[in-house]
């Protein structure tokens, strides 16, 4: 009996403390196309996590592209290594840096990854708040046709949670660098859900 009453008070702490992950494509479709032999340059991630998060993004992206696009997906590193290319590339590149990537390389797309934390004030808090406090963090993915020298996608994945004066912070009110994570995952299953694959 004492272990359903704590899997019930359990539930009902996780439950306080749910929040939703919002989308935002702007203006691009929510599809990916993945052709038979386009390949795909995988950017560092810009992000703030710390450093073992850090490595399970980065190993999280590139399962996931390598499988989308037949094993034709390379993080930077790899590229350099095998000399694919030569420099680093900007978060926002600009139109000269996709020109250098087009001239310089065989890669069809550039995917760049980046993270924030907005706010962080509940990371600190714990028992009863005297003040109202939050949590605010996003993930956003963009990607480049190379060829094209044109953004061909964006998802904003971003989330949010509080407290008011009087609520409690306890041990299952969410950090930002939970929610980093969970809106990271966000973006990576919005990929693969909305995967378009061809034989092109």
């Given at each position: 009996m004492k272990k359903y009453i704590f899997f019930f008070f359990l539930l009902i702490a996780?439950?306080?403390c749910y929040y939703p992950v919002r989308?935002?494509?702007?203006?691009y479709s929510k599809s990916l196309v993945f052709s038979k032999n386009k390949k795909w340059l995988i950017n560092n991630i810009r992000t703030g996590v710390e450093s073992h998060h850090r490595e399970m993004?980065?190993?999280?992206?590139?399962?996931l592209f390598q499988s989308l696009s037949n094993g034709n997906?390379?993080?930077?590193?790899?590229?350099?290594?095998?000399?694919?290319?030569q420099n680093s590339i900007p978060f926002e590149p600009e139109m000269e840096d996709l020109e250098i990537l087009k001239d310089n390389s065989d890669f069809n797309f550039l995917v760049n990854i980046y993270t924030m934390k907005v706010r962080s004030a509940l990371d600190r808090a714990a028992g009863e708040l005297d003040d109202y406090k939050k949590n605010e963090t996003f993930a956003m993915m963009d990607i480049y046709d190379i060829k094209t020298m044109k953004k061909i996608y964006s998802l904003?994945?971003?989330?949010?949670f509080s407290l008011e004066k009087?609520?409690?912070?306890?041990?299952?009110?969410?950090?930002?660098?939970?929610?980093?994570?969970?809106?990271?995952?966000?973006?990576?299953?919005?990929?693969?859900?909305?995967?378009v694959k061809t034989e092109e």
């Open positions: 996780l439950q306080s989308k935002d494509y702007g203006v993004m980065s190993k999280e992206v590139m399962q997906a390379y993080d930077l590193k790899t590229a350099k290594a095998e000399n694919l290319i904003k994945a971003s989330s949010e009087g609520e409690k912070a306890t041990i299952f009110t969410p950090t930002s660098e939970m929610m980093t994570m969970k809106n990271f995952r966000s973006l990576l299953r919005s990929v693969k859900k909305n995967a």
